[in-house]
T-cell receptor, first 114, second 115 residues
Framework: GQQLNQSPQSMFIQEGEDVSMNCTSS?????WLWYKQDPGEGPVLLIA?????ELTSNGRLTAQFGITRKDSFLNISASIPSDVGIYFC??????????????FGKGTKLSVIP | DADVTQTPRNRITKTGKRIMLECSQT?????MYWYRQDPGLGLRLIYY???????NKGEISDGYSVSRQAQAKFSLSLESAIPNQTALYFC??????????????FGDGTRLSIL
């Protein structure tokens, strides 16, 4: 089946720094999604990307859908303490997969040092 | 997402017991999903439903069953719980939509511990 490699697994950064994380896949997806999960809560959708090459922003967050449709990155600018959490990428759809089908990365745990 | 409500939020039970987890949504979505989250493994799909009484197996359905008797409700049952079913369980919903893949929206989860 489809697999996603998400990196880094964890990162510690200073408040105010920029953050970058990415996901790569062995197969193509029709949609890339980025979620954030806080402790004790469910994943919350941050950004959805629908076209290869698409670059989308949501406040201090920017994500891109790779041209090959096999990768995506998420950047966070000027990090703040509430950015702490686990960030998940997810690929949706693709050849041989239903349009509903999500494949999740294993997450990037972000810690922000004040 | 407050529009997707899971009950209970936490449950501790013993091996062999029958357990039901409930999910209800006010988003008006037709599609509903149950996932399991384990440390280091991410989220894995257990069952999904595209409409009332429509049931489909996901990646890891063994040991679980589901029921979709109304559009807004989707319940997950463990008929005879075993310790390796200890995990975080999430319900999600999405709209069927047209043209683009509709993203899924998650509830806040049920933490299930089986002793």
């Amino acid at each position: 089946g489809q697999q996603l490699n998400q990196s880094p697994q964890s990162m510690f950064i200073q408040e105010g720094e920029d953050v970058s994380m990415n996901c790569t896949s062995s197969s193509i997806f029709n949609t890339w999604l980025w979620y954030k999960q806080d402790p004790g809560e469910g994943p919350v959708l941050l950004i959805a990307l629908y076209k290869a090459g698409e670059l989308t922003s949501n406040g201090r967050l920017t994500a891109q859908f790779g041209i090959t449709r096999k990768d995506s990155f998420l950047n966070i600018s000027a990090s703040i303490p509430s950015d702490v959490g686990i960030y998940f990428c997810a690929g949706q759809g693709g050849p041989g997969a239903g349009s509903y089908q999500l494949t999740f990365g294993k997450g990037t745990k972000l810690s922000v040092i004040p | 997402d407050a529009d997707v409500t899971q009950t209970p939020r936490n449950r501790i039970t013993k091996t062999g017991k029958r357990i039901m987890l409930e999910c209800s949504q006010t988003k008006g979505h037709d599609r509903m999903y149950w996932y399991r989250q384990d440390p280091g493994l991410g989220l894995r799909l257990i069952y999904y439903s595209f409409d009332v009484k429509d049931i489909n197996k996901g990646e890891i359905s063994d040991g679980y069953s589901v029921s979709r008797q109304a559009q807004a409700k989707f319940s997950l049952s463990l008929e005879s719980a075993i310790p390796n079913q200890t995990a975080l369980y999430f319900c999600a919903t999405s709209d069927s939509g047209t043209g683009v893949n509709q993203p899924q929206h998650f509830g806040d989860g049920t933490r299930l511990s089986i002793l």
